[in-house]
């Protein structure tokens, strides 16, 4: 029953994703930050339909451990928690593995928000951003945000200027812009794909 526990007080001790592999293991000793290369491929190696197995079983075994009194899962609960993992089609130290990349990688906390935000309604602008649009949309706001003023202030002849230069050189009009931009202010899912697309330029 190890694994079993080891899922009941990583849900109780993490309020977002936990990291449910690390609970009962002794710390590591301190390591050099992982190569962008090697990151990126233990990201990729997590398939999408994967990422939304793990979501699906994470709603059901939080609300296992909602019921849990005196911060002790009982041994039905810890059993119901690890038949919910076993019933999304991972195995227990799968899931745990996935929760550890969750919480330590950004790319995939970003990856796993595409998949578990709904999907946009079909015919909205959200739902015809391609990806193409989105990296155009995402790389544009990095560099408007460099060149725009602070909240609430008017920009100057120069940095209207400037936040023209940067749309321009997107390769997106500025109405279809600003579109996406309104759009992603309204839709999960198409936020979720531009803060994804952002992690992955950052990573």
Do not use: C, Y
Not at 43 to 68: C, N, P, W, Y
Not at 96 to 120: C, G
Not at 141 to 166: F, I
């Amino acid at each position: 029953m190890r694994h079993t526990l080891l899922i009941a007080t990583s849900i109780l001790a993490f309020s977002a994703v936990p990291a449910l592999a690390a609970q009962d293991a002794p710390a590591p000793a301190p390591a050099q930050p992982a190569a962008p290369a090697a990151s990126a491929a233990a990201t990729s190696a997590v398939t999408d339909a994967q990422l939304e197995a793990f979501a699906a079983a994470m709603v059901k075994v939080r609300e296992i451990s909602a019921g849990v009194q005196g911060g002790t899962p009982t041994t039905e609960q810890q059993a119901g928690m690890a038949a919910a993992i076993e019933a999304s089609g991972l195995g227990i130290t799968q899931f745990n593995a996935i929760s550890t990349q969750v919480s330590a990688d950004p790319v995939m906390r970003a990856r796993l928000a595409v998949a578990t935000a709904a999907e946009p309604a079909a015919g909205s602008v959200a739902a015809g951003v391609s990806d193409a649009e989105v990296e155009k949309f995402s790389a544009a706001m990095v560099k408007m945000r460099e060149v725009a003023p602070e909240a609430g202030a008017t920009p100057t002849t120069d940095q209207q200027a400037a936040m023209a230069g940067v749309l321009e050189a997107s390769g997106l009009e500025i109405a279809r812009f600003n579109e996406i931009a309104t759009a992603v202010s309204s839709d999960a899912h198409l936020r979720a794909r531009v803060e994804l697309a952002d992690a992955r330029r950052a990573a």
